[in-house]
C-alpha cells in the first residue's frame, strides 16, 4: 500500500514537472482556466430524440462546470444515434445480451453573422446490457441505463476534445499577439 502511493506520489510530482495540467479545471489562482471559460460559452443545440436529450443534458453539465455568467459565444450541434444489436443468441434465437454503440458527429461554429464553423469531430463509445426471459421491464430499465451511461461516455469525450481545442486556440493566439 505504502509503495502504490509512493508511486503515485512520484507519477504527479514528474507530471508537474513536464507542465501537465488538467484539461478543464481552474487555474492555480482558481479562476476558470482558457478552456473553462470557453466551454461556459457554449450553448448546445437540441439534439433529437430521448438519447439525444440524455447526451444533451450531460454535455450541459460538462460545459457549464464551474464559469458562471460567460455570454455564449459558440454553438455546438451533434448528430447522435444509439445502434443495438443482439449478441449472445440462444438456439432458439433469441438474445440473451444486447450491445450498444453510440456515435456522435459535431460540430462547433461561432455564433457571428456567418455562423464560422470553429472545429468538428466524433465520439463513439460501447455498452451493453443483459435480456432475462419473462422480465420484460428489467430489460427496459437496462436500456435505459445503458443508454444514459452512453450518454455519459459521449459527452467525457466531447468535452475533453473541445477543451483540447480551445486550450490549443489559446496558445496559438498567445504565440501570435506576443
Given amino acids: 500500500m505504502a509503495g502504490r502511493l509512493l508511486l503515485l506520489l512520484g507519477l504527479s510530482v514528474a507530471l508537474a514537472g513536464c507542465g ?32 439525444g436529450q440524455l447526451l444533451r443534458q450531460a454535455l450541459q453539465e460538462r460545459l457549464e462546470k464551474g464559469a458562471t455568467g460567460v455570454p455564449l459565444n459558440y454553438e455546438l450541434t451533434v448528430s447522435y444515434g444509439i445502434a443495438g444489436e443482439g ?5 432458439d434465437s433469441n438474445a ?30 460501447v455498452d451493453a446490457y443483459n ?23 459521449v459527452a467525457d469525450q466531447i468535452a475533453l476534445q473541445l477543451a483540447a481545442y480551445f486550450r490549443a486556440h489559446a496558445a496559438a493566439t498567445a504565440a501570435k499577439a506576443s
Avoid: C
Fill in 20 to 51: 501537465f495540467s488538467p484539461a478543464y479545471l481552474p487555474d492555480a489562482g482558481n479562476t476558470p482556466g482558457v478552456a473553462q471559460r470557453e466551454m461556459a460559452a457554449v450553448h448546445v443545440a437540441i439534439i433529437g430524440d430521448r438519447a
Fill in 96 to 125: 440473451t445480451r444486447v450491445r450498444l454503440v453510440a456515435r456522435a458527429n459535431w460540430s462547433l461554429a461561432a455564433l457571428d453573422d456567418k455562423r464560422t464553423p470553429m472545429t468538428h469531430g466524433s465520439a463513439r463509445a
Fill in 87 to 91: 449478441i449472445a443468441i440462444l438456439q
Fill in 131 to 153: 435480456i432475462f426471459s419473462e422480465q420484460y421491464f428489467a430489460a427496459d430499465l437496462e436500456n435505459d441505463a445503458a443508454a444514459q451511461r452512453l450518454a455519459g461516455q
